[in-house]
């Protein structure tokens, strides 16, 4: 904060574009201060060593004198950092645990509260979350510091614990859930709105949302549950901003794919939905008859229903004809990217993306053609055409626009789908 009220009274110089207009120029200026301040906003661990001498003086002074008194200020501040985990011997238990020593730090906190130390709490009380008893007596000091703050860092925070219900151990994590299981948002913008960034996003609150939104997802297949075009925003979802699957948190991976496939140990899912799940299984965790190791801890029946999806092929298969399927499961999924891309930042900036997906269809339509498959090129054309009015800007890509083209994706999938899977489905023993 220091820095930032040394800079208001500094005349900052910029150079700015010429073809740029000086509103616009002046925009973007605004918008790269902030976003450096913002950035600077968060909590900052101190350094690793630092932590560990402060957290071995403060545990051994306290046993022995039963008191915060005599203990440095800094090694106090620095508290919030190893909270909640074991003591430098490994065999101690966190200090999070001793009611007493917690008592007496909030009392100490009462009146030396600053926004690092709020903010340091703040951030390892969403990073362990502890049991619901512990989350209360830290959730009464939390709420009461921000119900009086006038800083603005501290503001935000409050504002989002209002919204978002951060520290009630029902309410929060049911809520990020929700909106998961609603598919408003992906994974890592929601994370971005509830202040859940950095390592907050694989961090307990977040372990607690997920676990709730498994139950959710089992009850997806029901009529009043998840229909497919929600599933599939939300499996997109998951991604980075580089359109790369991420494992959020240890052991969602393997009760997700349980989740997904233990509904149809005894009955056929329809068509889409199998060509959906059994591709972004095998993106997000492998093909289990090539990686095995990688479905090693997903139940032997999910396994199963997996590997019957993937047990019948033709028996006769034309050398191009197969190519042409090797070449379009590696393309669909990058289109799916794409397009899921476009539609949550618009086109102005994704230029390059539109191009490549794109030439990706131009590239599937003529094969198809060369090969005879008529359905496939059609609806390859169609959204070529599409895509090339969004590229020359004579269409504009709204949501209904780009809605449109992902469900000509899910039939392009579908119908090169029919191709390289037969009716019956044998199972495949593991």
Same mark, same amino acid.
């Given at each position: 904060?220091?820095?930032?009220?040394?800079?208001?009274?500094?005349?900052?110089?910029?150079?700015?574009?010429?073809?740029?207009?000086?509103? $616009?120029? &002046?925009?973007?200026?605004?918008?790269?201060?902030?976003? @450096?301040?913002?950035? !600077?906003?968060? *909590?900052? =661990? /101190?350094?690793?060593?630092?932590?560990?001498?402060?957290?071995?003086?403060?545990?051994?002074?306290?046993?022995?004198?039963?008191?915060?008194?005599?203990?440095?200020?800094?090694?106090?501040?620095?508290?919030?950092?190893?909270?909640?985990?074991?003591?430098?011997?490994?065999?101690?238990?966190?200090?999070?645990?001793?009611?007493?020593?917690?008592?007496?730090?909030?009392?100490?906190?009462?009146?030396?509260?600053?926004?690092?130390?709020?903010?340091?709490?703040?951030?390892?009380?969403?990073?362990?979350?502890?049991?619901?008893?512990?989350?209360?007596?830290?959730?009464?000091?939390?709420?009461?510091?921000?119900?009086?703050?006038?800083?603005?860092?501290?503001?935000?925070?409050?504002?989002?614990?209002?919204? $978002?219900? &951060?520290?009630?151990?029902?309410?929060?994590?049911?809520? @990020?859930?929700?909106? !998961?299981?609603? *598919?408003? =948002? /992906?994974?890592?913008?929601?994370?971005?709105?509830?202040?859940?960034?950095?390592?907050?996003?694989?961090?307990?609150?977040?372990?607690?949302?997920?676990?709730?939104?498994?139950?959710?997802?089992?009850?997806?297949?029901?009529?009043?549950?998840?229909?497919?075009?929600?599933?599939?925003?939300?499996?997109?979802?998951?991604?980075?901003?580089?359109?790369?699957?991420?494992?959020?948190?240890?052991?969602?991976?393997?009760?997700?794919?349980?989740?997904?496939?233990?509904?149809?140990?005894?009955?056929?899912?329809?068509?889409?939905?199998?060509?959906?799940?059994?591709?972004?299984?095998?993106?997000?965790?492998?093909?289990?008859?090539?990686?095995?190791?990688?479905?090693?801890?997903?139940?032997?029946?999910?396994?199963?229903?997996?590997?019957?999806?993937?047990?019948?092929?033709?028996?006769?298969?034309?050398?191009?004809?197969?190519?042409?399927?090797?070449?379009?499961?590696?393309?669909?999924?990058?289109?799916?990217?794409?397009?899921?891309?476009?539609?949550?930042?618009?086109?102005?900036?994704?230029?390059?993306?539109?191009?490549?997906?794109?030439?990706?269809?131009?590239?599937?339509?003529?094969?198809?053609?060369?090969?005879?498959?008529?359905?496939?090129?059609?609806?390859?054309?169609?959204?070529?055409?599409?895509?090339?009015?969004?590229?020359?800007?004579?269409?504009?890509?709204?949501?209904?626009?780009?809605?449109?083209?992902?469900?000509?994706?899910?039939?392009?999938?579908?119908?090169?789908?029919?191709?390289?899977?037969?009716?019956?489905?044998?199972?495949?023993?593991?």
């Amino acid at each position: 904060m220091s820095l930032k009220r040394a800079l208001n009274h500094y005349q900052l110089y910029f150079s700015f574009p010429v073809h740029m207009p000086l509103s $616009f120029s &002046l925009a973007r200026a605004e918008e790269n201060i902030d976003a @450096l301040f913002s950035s !600077l906003s968060g *909590a900052r =661990q /101190p350094v690793y060593d630092d932590l560990a001498t402060s957290q071995q003086l403060v545990s051994s002074h306290f046993r022995s004198q039963g008191t915060l008194a005599g203990i440095a200020k800094r090694h106090l501040r620095r508290v919030p950092w190893y909270l909640f985990a074991a003591g430098a011997e490994g065999d101690a238990e966190p200090l999070s645990q001793n009611q007493s020593f917690c008592q007496a730090w909030c009392d100490w906190l009462a009146s030396h509260a600053s926004t690092s130390v709020l903010l340091a709490l703040i951030h390892n009380l969403l990073l362990h979350y502890p049991p619901p008893e512990q989350l209360a007596f830290w959730r009464y000091y939390v709420e009461a510091h921000l119900a009086r703050t006038k800083r603005q860092q501290l503001l935000v925070w409050r504002e989002r614990c209002v919204q $978002f219900k &951060l520290f009630d151990p029902v309410a929060g994590p049911r809520e @990020l859930a929700l909106r !998961l299981y609603r *598919a408003e =948002q /992906p994974f890592y913008h929601l994370c971005e709105q509830f202040g859940l960034v950095g390592e907050l996003a694989s961090g307990g609150f977040v372990a607690q949302g997920l676990q709730q939104l498994l139950v959710m997802l089992g009850r997806y297949a029901d009529p009043s549950g998840m229909n497919l075009a929600q599933l599939q925003s939300f499996l997109n979802g998951l991604r980075d901003q580089q359109g790369k699957l991420q494992r959020l948190v240890a052991g969602f991976s393997t009760r997700l794919a349980e989740v997904l496939l233990l509904p149809f140990q005894r009955r056929q899912p329809d068509q889409p939905w199998r060509n959906l799940l059994r591709d972004f299984l095998i993106e997000y965790l492998g093909n289990p008859r090539i990686n095995p190791a990688a479905w090693h801890a997903v139940h032997a029946d999910a396994r199963a229903v997996m590997l019957t999806w993937l047990a019948g092929r033709p028996a006769q298969m034309d050398e191009q004809l197969n190519l042409f399927l090797m070449e379009a499961s590696r393309q669909l999924p990058e289109l799916e990217v794409a397009l899921f891309n476009l539609k949550a930042h618009g086109a102005a900036t994704q230029t390059a993306v539109i191009s490549r997906a794109y030439q990706r269809l131009r590239s599937i339509k003529g094969v198809a053609e060369l090969l005879g498959l008529s359905d496939i090129a059609k609806v390859s054309l169609a959204m070529e055409t599409t895509l090339g009015q969004i590229r020359d800007k004579t269409l504009s890509p709204s949501t209904p626009v780009i809605n449109q083209l992902l469900a000509d994706h899910n039939n392009l999938r579908d119908r090169i789908s029919d191709i390289s899977t037969t009716s019956v489905y044998d199972p495949h023993p593991f």
